[in-house]
């Protein structure tokens, strides 16, 4: 499994972004792909969550409301729309997959993962 993260840069407090984590080596109906971020001086943090099949998603409670995290399954691709971003979002965003199940917050139970990309919000 190959994940390529991108769409990230530098951008203003109150902007809207898209990132994009293109997947390939396997189908993916019975997984599920998050998106973390890691900021600097801090642990890997899960942001959102979304099954493969039936595009069910979950957010930490920092982007609920602001962020959409959503599929393209004809493209393998999964997208991360983040609008009203914040200084508190920079970071560097990973994309990662693993099988569908419980504790889909929890990094650890993640299998595969991208190689991230950074994000910047200016104040």
């Known amino acids: 499994v190959q994940l390529q993260a991108s769409g990230g840069g530098l951008v203003q407090a109150g902007d809207s972004r898209r990132l994009s984590c293109a997947a390939s080596?396997?189908?993916?109906?019975?997984?599920?792909m998050g998106w973390f971020r890691q900021a600097p001086g801090k642990e890997r943090e899960f942001v959102a969550a979304?099954?493969?099949?039936?595009?069910?998603?979950y957010y930490a409670d920092s982007v609920k409301g602001r962020f959409t995290i959503s599929r393209d399954n004809a493209k393998n691709t999964m997208y991360l729309q983040m609008n009203n971003l914040k200084p508190e979002d920079t970071a560097v965003y990973y994309c990662?997959?693993?099988?569908?199940?419980?504790?889909?917050?929890?990094?650890?139970?993640?299998?595969?993962w991208g190689q991230g990309t950074q994000v910047t919000v200016s104040s």
């Open positions: 990662a997959v693993r099988r569908a199940g419980t504790y889909l917050s929890t990094l650890t139970t993640y299998d595969y």
């Open positions: 979304i099954t493969w099949s039936a595009g069910t998603s």
């Open positions: 080596g396997r189908t993916f109906s019975n997984y599920v």
